[in-house]
């Protein structure tokens, strides 16, 4: 856990960097830090490993006021990850991945075995990278080494620095991704610096607006932030994307589903037609005897009659497929993707291949109120 | 005979490289002298320009102090060492007079390069290395000094050229080194002489040369060589511009 405590900064008896800064990280929570460029987050970020000193206040890791205690054994417990990676160019990947156990003085068969496990965890084979040097590893790789080497020592805590800043957009994404996938299974106290709105709300569990002076504008999840921007600072900061935006941390949830009338395949479109005009609407879904979604039917528009050989047409002869599909653990904004990408007027939710119902721009649009508590209403 | 003839029968005579003052005691005692006085700037050199460059401070003093000392004459020094009632009354009193002039040649290149090249260290390496718990002497020893030694290595290499052939004045005080011969053969006009002298200084200190340049190509660290590449050329760029 890590408490900011009326932390001020400043310089000489000139500016403050950073003025009268409180805050709160929980443990196991990934807190970033956003504001504009030169705003004192890294400045607030380099506090925590004693790399800046404040002029007034205390900072507070697990509960004990990190000025007193030795800096050189605080920073071996504390994971610090920059934007230029800052890897040793003389040594072997391996041999960086190292530093901190070494420093820490663990045996060598100990050193050895996390090494592995490090480059692992971050995606690179270590056969292949292990005796690499920095110079020869692309942008992407160098970052992922940085941030092995800065989990080997096993910190509790994990300071970013715009890690992922000078790579580029596909890689820093994957990264990203990545990185929120080993933070679901680390669960390390993390303090993440960035200016990019759309790394925050991709990051954070909480995210802190801190404008220029460390001034905290607001500290809330992402939906909160971009629903309720607390100021105008944090409003303007998001800017007029933050809507769409908050689809992006909206996730689909099965109240918000529209469930239309199911046939069977081998149902005739009479009966078709029949569901459909029961339900008030214009299709159905075509579900299996498995359950699973086949496809769909616009019953209204097919002709009904004897076909070629004399029987009722089918639904299955008709029926369409549904090609715009996303997982139940999307948020609304992959649904809207799909929807727009497939030219479609809905998008099926399924659990794994379970077809649950279906989300269309209204229900979408009802969804993203209910995520901040906007007033039903009824379409 | 033409001269080079005559040189060369002057190097192939058994006779003159016997003795106690035959060219193989002459080679060895310019080793000496010259091992001693870049020993010796090594240490001070590199000790005292890490330091700095560690601590960041200095840097106007030291970079104008050493371009300064370069231009103190050798001779002169020399002479003026030699000539002083401490020095004249030791036994080796001429091999220390100019071990300390070829100490004070040697140790500004070499300490203007230690220091350039530890503060040249890239600082997101260096402030990567001071946030993951490294102690001022772990960074020195484990980070900046690696980094900065094809730097240092240059310095260590220009120096050792210009000791190993300017040790020759130290005949001119009584070491008999090489330039026993090429002031013999000056005073009692045996060209000859002067020139076999002088060739083999100048073999030797391509030979010194060549061997520096491999060893500083061995102990740059693997993952460097093409910072290493610029900064010898950076390296050697300052030596020239401000060469005697």
Request: aromatic letters at 6%; glycine letters at 10%; proline letters at 5%.
């Amino acid at each position: 856990m890590i408490q900011f405590e009326a932390v001020s900064k400043q310089y000489g008896t000139g500016p403050y960097a950073v003025e009268n800064f409180n805050l709160e990280v929980a443990d196991g929570e990934l807190c970033v830090l956003v504001g504009p460029s030169g705003g004192g987050k890294t400045t607030i970020l380099r506090m925590v490993n004693r790399m800046e000193q404040p002029t007034a206040g205390r900072v507070l890791v697990d509960g004990h006021d990190i000025a007193k205690v030795d800096p050189v054994e605080l920073r071996r417990r504390t994971g610090y990850v920059i934007q230029q990676a800052g890897l040793f160019p003389h040594l072997k990947v391996a041999d960086n991945v190292a530093s901190v156990p070494r420093l820490l003085g663990w045996d060598r068969d100990r050193v050895q075995d996390r090494v592995t496990e490090m480059l692992e965890l971050v995606g690179l084979d270590p056969g292949l990278y292990a005796g690499r040097y920095p110079n020869e590893l692309s942008g992407g790789q160098a970052q992922r080494v940085g941030v092995a080497r800065a989990l080997a020592g096993d910190p509790p805590v994990l300071l970013m620095d715009e890690p992922f800043g000078a790579v580029d957009p596909i890689a820093r994404s994957r990264l990203q991704q990545e990185f929120l996938a080993l933070q679901e299974r680390l669960h390390k106290t993390v303090m993440f610096v960035t200016h990019d709105v759309d790394e925050a709300v991709t990051m954070g569990d909480r995210i802190a607006v801190v404008s220029q002076g460390g001034v905290l504008q607001q500290y809330a999840t992402p939906a909160e932030v971009l629903g309720q921007p607390a100021t105008p600072f944090v409003a303007d900061f998001i800017g007029a994307d933050r809507g769409l935006r908050r689809l992006a941390v909206t996730p689909i949830e099965v109240a918000d589903l529209y469930t239309p009338p199911v046939v069977r395949p081998n149902a005739t479109i009479a009966e078709a037609r029949a569901a459909v005009a029961a339900d008030g609407t214009h299709w159905a879904a075509v579900l299996g005897d498995d359950g699973r979604l086949l496809g769909w039917v616009e019953p209204g528009r097919l002709a009904d009659g004897p076909d070629a050989t004399g029987n009722s047409s089918t639904v299955a002869k008709y029926m369409r497929p549904f090609v715009a599909r996303v997982s139940l653990d999307a948020s609304l904004k992959t649904a809207f993707a799909e929807m727009l990408q497939n030219d479609a007027a809905w998008v099926a939710v399924l659990d794994n291949d379970h077809y649950l119902g279906v989300l269309t721009p209204d229900n979408l649009w009802a969804a993203l109120r209910r995520s901040v508590g906007g007033e039903p209403v009824t379409v | 005979m033409s001269f080079l003839s005559q040189v060369a029968q002057f190097l192939t005579t058994g006779s003159h490289w016997t003795g106690t003052d035959g060219f193989l005691a002459q080679l060895g005692r310019q080793i000496e002298l010259s091992a001693v006085a870049v020993v010796a700037a090594v240490v001070a050199g590199v000790g005292i320009g890490a330091l700095l460059g560690h601590t960041g401070r200095g840097s106007f003093l030291i970079l104008n102090g050493a371009n300064a000392a370069r231009a103190v004459p050798s001779f002169a020094l020399v002479v003026l060492i030699a000539i002083q009632p401490g020095i004249l009354g030791l036994q080796q009193g001429a091999f220390v007079a100019a071990a300390i002039t070829m100490f004070a040649l040697a140790v500004p290149p070499i300490l203007t390069n230690a220091y350039v090249g530890i503060r040249d260290v890239d600082p997101s390496v260096r402030s990567a290395a001071v946030a993951m718990g490294m102690k001022p002497g772990q960074l020195l020893r484990q980070v900046e000094l690696p980094l900065a030694l094809p730097l240092i290595m240059a310095g260590v290499r220009t120096a050792s050229v210009e000791v190993v052939a300017t040790a020759t004045l130290a005949a001119y005080i009584g070491v008999a080194d090489l330039g026993f011969d090429i002031f013999a053969g000056l005073d009692t006009r045996n060209n000859a002489e002067t020139f076999s002298a002088a060739f083999l200084v100048a073999i030797l200190a391509l030979l010194v040369d060549l061997l520096l340049a491999t060893a500083a190509r061995a102990l740059t660290p693997a993952g460097t060589r093409e910072a290493t590449r610029a900064a010898r050329q950076r390296g050697t760029g300052l030596m020239w511009r401000h060469a005697r």
